[in-house]
């Protein structure tokens, strides 16, 4: 039976039998290589990192690209590493999901080491050595912040000094620190998180625990200078679905007699497993910004470009190629019962919505970054990634905290409307649909008319205190609901622009009212603008 051990896979046969791809180099070599004179340190050792980021590295490695791997360093759940990692000697069995059915299984094992931010010692010797090239993350957004429930614990690293830093970004400075005396060799610092200005928040991280140090006494003038001129923070934009493990998943590998497939869930309730499982479509765009070298990434498919590309590729995912189809699905998907945005896409008229929304609207407005064409983006987000049934996305997920995201996904489409005097907003209808569509969720009735839970959003109780006086009715003469929304339609906190400066309020109304004439109003307005199914292309 194939166990996921370096042991394990000697017996390649087993493997091949059960249709299981494994790495064409030598493990053990890439593992003394790595320790030896290691070029890359990656942060952060969950899913999107052992489904993406270090495939990349193994792609390299199966080519003779590359003969290093990755040490994978974990920030926050160390039972990632004591329960996942160290059974399995730091491979990874990678299931990529396609849309048709279909299963394609392989055996990472660029990762050659798993550590934990406890483990200083060996880290700062790795920080040390001037092979080392490039130090990557994916902690998640708020590993970077220095506020909230990470205020004490940063103000406390700050007095302490470098020694024993418990945050990760004190930590992280603190690695810094060492190779800085151990003679500033320059490095690149890597955040692959999915944020805006991802790179820039890791600096302003990294340079405020410094300049608390050198404030308290402990660096110097010239590890500030250090930080500026040698260390690089390159923003880079990264898209890969890697969902928790699937259920079915589990069972085809356990029918292939893999061994020991069971997820855990560790002490910080994270969900994981000896595999992950991910869709096949994958972006990461990295600014080049790489003072010390890196490795031939581009080889792997990352697009290696400058910053202001780097935040083209963003802007049209966010506001016109994928963000802005997942927020209209996720709202019109909870008021119609829909539980995956897969099932969504076999709905005539939420998919209708959702080319209505990208294709008819979006593209006439898109930011074209020049190395991902938005149309053939587009497409294959409607092609594989939305009706993809083993991408477990819920529309109730994606619907949590849409006042922050709207402004974003729709208000800057509907800017780029107003700015063109060719265009005219006043001539959009998917992009109010879902606007209106986003309101009449947040009363927390579906469309049968039976209560529903409303995902968690900062401003939920202001707005559902400013919908209070908002009624269903039965069928009969819709109530106005004018005055009721004047102050959220024209909040541009939210939106990102007054919607009746726009020439868009009215619409937006007189949807929302539409939807409130009892059960089925949600279905009807919909059908109304997309019957059977058909949209404007």
């Known amino acids: 039976m194939p166990k996921l051990s370096y042991e394990g896979l000697k017996d390649r046969a087993t493997w091949q039998a059960a249709g299981i791809a494994l790495p064409d180099y030598d493990l053990l070599t890439m593992r003394k290589n790595t320790l030896d004179a290691p070029s890359w340190l990656h942060f952060g050792a969950g899913n999107i990192f052992r489904g993406y980021i270090a495939a990349l590295q193994e792609d390299l490695l199966n080519r003779g690209m590359a003969d290093t791997g990755i040490i994978a360093v974990e920030t926050f759940d160390f039972d990632i590493i004591d329960k996942i990692y160290e059974p399995h000697d730091a491979l990874t069995l990678m299931v990529t999901l396609k849309a048709d059915g279909r299963m394609e299984k392989s055996v990472i094992g660029s990762i050659a080491k798993g550590l934990t931010t406890r483990e200083l010692r060996p880290l700062r010797a790795y920080f040390e050595m001037d092979c080392l090239q490039i130090v990557s993350f994916t902690i998640t957004e708020k590993g970077y912040s220095l506020e ?160 202001d590309t780097v935040n083209k590729v963003e802007r049209m995912k966010v506001t016109t190629c994928l963000n802005p189809l997942h927020t209209a699905l996720a709202v019109y998907g909870c008021l119609l019962s829909y539980e995956l945005i897969a099932d969504e896409m076999k709905d005539e008229q939420l998919s209708a919505l959702a080319y209505a929304v990208g294709y008819t609207e979006g593209l006439p407005v898109v930011t074209d970054p020049g190395i991902i064409h938005p149309r053939n ?18 529309p109730q997920r994606i619907a949590t905290d849409t006042s922050q995201k709207v402004g974003i996904r729709f208000g800057e489409t509907i800017k780029s409307y107003m700015a063109d005097e060719n265009l005219s907003a006043g001539s959009l209808t998917a992009i109010p649909l879902a606007l209106a569509g986003w309101l009449r969720y947040l009363l927390g009735v579906d469309d049968k008319l039976n209560q529903m839970s409303v995902s968690s959003d900062p401003l939920l109780d202001e707005l559902q205190k400013a919908l209070e006086d908002v009624r269903l009715t039965d069928g009969a003469k819709p109530q106005d609901c004018g005055e009721i929304l004047r102050p959220i339609l024209s909040d541009r906190n939210i939106f990102g622009v007054d919607l009746y400066e726009a020439g868009l309020a009215w619409k937006i109304t007189r949807m929302f009212e539409q939807m409130l004439q009892g059960a089925g109003a949600v279905r009807a307005l919909l059908t109304q603008y997309f019957p059977s199914g058909r949209y404007p292309l």
């Open 148 to 307: 909230g429930r990470s205020l004490d614990t940063v103000q406390n690293d700050m007095q302490q000094g470098p020694e024993k830093p418990v945050h990760v970004m004190s930590v992280v400075t603190s690695l810094l620190f060492s190779r800085y005396q151990a003679g500033a060799a320059p490095i690149s610092l890597v955040s692959m998180d999915n944020c805006s200005r991802n790179g820039e928040r890791l600096q302003h991280a990294v340079l405020e625990i410094a300049g608390a140090w050198k404030q308290n006494g402990f660096a110097d003038d010239g590890f500030m200078s250090y930080l500026r001129e040698k260390v690089a923070f390159p923003w880079s934009m990264i898209d890969k679905i890697t969902p928790r493990p699937a259920d079915n998943v589990k069972q085809a590998l356990i029918s292939a007699s893999v061994e020991n497939m069971e997820p855990i869930v560790t002490s910080k309730n994270t969900y994981i497993a000896p595999f992950v499982n991910a869709e096949a479509p994958q972006y990461l765009v990295i600014e080049d910004a790489f003072p010390n070298g890196r490795p031939v990434l581009d080889k792997a498919g990352v697009f290696i470009t400058s910053r």
């Open 377 to 394: 983006f587009l497409d294959e987000v409607f092609q594989e990634r939305l009706p993809n049934p083993f991408i477990p996305d819920t």
